[in-house]
């Protein structure tokens, strides 16, 4: 089908597109459109007004800030995933960003676009939230920051008000230069898929030793997860196959998945532990027989 | 499929199902919910239920079709069909209160049918959602059931700001409110599933004249006929399974 009718305005600023929100009713905010454009072909919503960032100045690049890196949302997939600072100094979410969907999504979407959706079968949420990542939020009241463990609040709703955009995200420089190892294991029955279930793991690795562990998880419930019980018992642990088995043994803890026509409830729950247990030896650059 | 909920309010079972047949004191609780008429038994209205950018409205009807005031049970069914779409919705409730010391324990049982796009969602989803929105419904239910009965233009509660009750011309411009479910304030989502948000009352909500259910409803009582346009429907999209390739 095709859209249902929409006015569109291009606004050059941040301001001037936060304005267009406050001024209308049912607007919404247009970044790649990679998911926005499915829901309005299938006619899911029914927005008057588009605020097209496509021109809005001071929503693109990617910036060393120290130890972060600060990205601009319109900053797309390939964009992301081929920067030389996110993958030297932030490996996984390049590593996960190349695992999106397929080469013409990855040119046309955008992280911001990713995260402010929110769908917890994307790779990036679980990504920014194994980050820690901080959301640079422009509204009606100026700039706020919002961490990323209160960002997503539900499936397809975040802690962005209807007149809101998401300008920036600020990433922590875990990586290899750190001493952090990652990797994000992505389970799927056809290629180009969305993920049935995803792991992004970020290892510490301080001699035989993880000194700490962060795991997202998603499509493990409404919103991307962690793995806190896997967290907490890879603090410390040896870096060996056998510590991390029985860590991964614990990532679906207090998670409740759907069920649907992916995958049941229980077999997401193996998935969880099974693709944990990969994604943090690999992480943490452990042989899955030994040290 | 079915669907459980299960809430309690801080108060006797007497209260509560006075209030819960009480429309004028539950409206408020629904945002996104309109009542058009009152016939009887029935109630026309329409409601919206909105997740993030996705909304589907739906205009319908509600009827009791048991009232037990000694068990404090009652059954409502209601059907609707999508303003813009063409998928349907139908459900019966069955709700039963049980006393808890000074609270009153509300189940929620429902029977719930929907055809169209916003089925492909899936269970998970919809479940989910009615679960929120039941927490939510209870929240604000706590409220009413202490406050006295308001005129059905006033809120209950001062915590929520603008849930604004439709008029007349404000029709779907009333229910835009800001979206978000997981907040009790500012949603502008009803729960459909759990019609007991339009229960008949022998004092009813006002009547909203010249809405869209209103002229549906007259249409269909009133003999006019009917065209109907068969749209097929297209095969479930891929996005929606998720298995399919992201768009």
Partial sequence: ?291 | MQLQNEFTVPAPVSEVWKTLLDVQRITPCLPGATVDRVEGDEVAGRVRVKVGPIMVSYAGTARFVTTDETAHRFVLEASGRETRGSGTAAATVEATMQEEGPSTRVTLLTDLDITGKPAQFGRGVMADVAGKLTDQFATCLAGQVGAPAEAAAGPASATRPAVRESTASDGERAAAVPQRVAAPQAADSLDLFSTVALPVAKRFAPVLAGMVLGVAVGALFGGRRRVVIVIPQPPPHRFLQRTGPAI
Wanted: hydrophobic letters at 45%.
């Fill in chain 1, 1 to 291: 089908m095709i859209p249902p009718q929409f006015d569109c305005v291009r606004p050059r600023t941040v301001d001037e597109a936060v304005g267009a929100l406050a001024e209308h009713d049912n607007a919404k905010v247009l970044a790649g459109g990679q998911s926005l454009l499915p829901i309005l072909r299938l006619r899911l919503a029914y927005p008057d007004m588009l605020v097209d960032l496509g021109r809005t100045a001071g929503m693109w690049g990617i910036r060393d800030v120290g130890d972060e890196l600060l990205i601009g949302t319109m900053t797309t997939h390939y964009q992301v995933m081929t920067s030389e600072l996110v993958r030297r100094h932030c490996g996984l979410l390049a590593e996960a960003t190349a695992t999106v969907a397929d080469p013409q999504v990855r040119h046309r979407g955008t992280l911001g676009g990713s995260l402010s959706h929110a769908d917890p079968a994307g790779d990036l949420p679980a990504v920014a939230l194994a980050f820690g990542t901080t959301m640079v939020v422009a509204g009606p009241a100026g700039r706020r920051t919002v961490p990323a463990s209160e960002f997503f609040e539900d499936y397809l709703q975040t802690a962005l008000e209807p007149t809101d955009v998401l300008v920036q995200v600020r990433v922590p420089k875990l990586g290899a230069g750190s001493g952090w190892g990652y990797h994000y294991e992505k389970f799927q029955r056809v290629a180009q898929a969305w993920a049935i279930v995803g792991v992004a793991a970020l290892v510490r690795r301080s001699g035989g030793r993880i000194e700490e562990a962060r795991v997202g998880l998603t499509n493990m419930g409404s919103t991307p997860l962690r793995a806190t019980a896997t967290e907490a018992a890879l603090t410390g642990a040896s870096a060996s196959a056998a510590a991390v088995e029985d860590a991964a043994a614990l990532a679906a803890d207090g998670t409740s998945p759907a069920s649907d026509l992916s995958g049941q409830a229980d077999y997401r729950q193996h998935l969880a532990r099974v693709l944990t247990r990969s994604a943090v030896l690999a992480a943490a650059g452990v042989g899955a027989t030994g040290m």
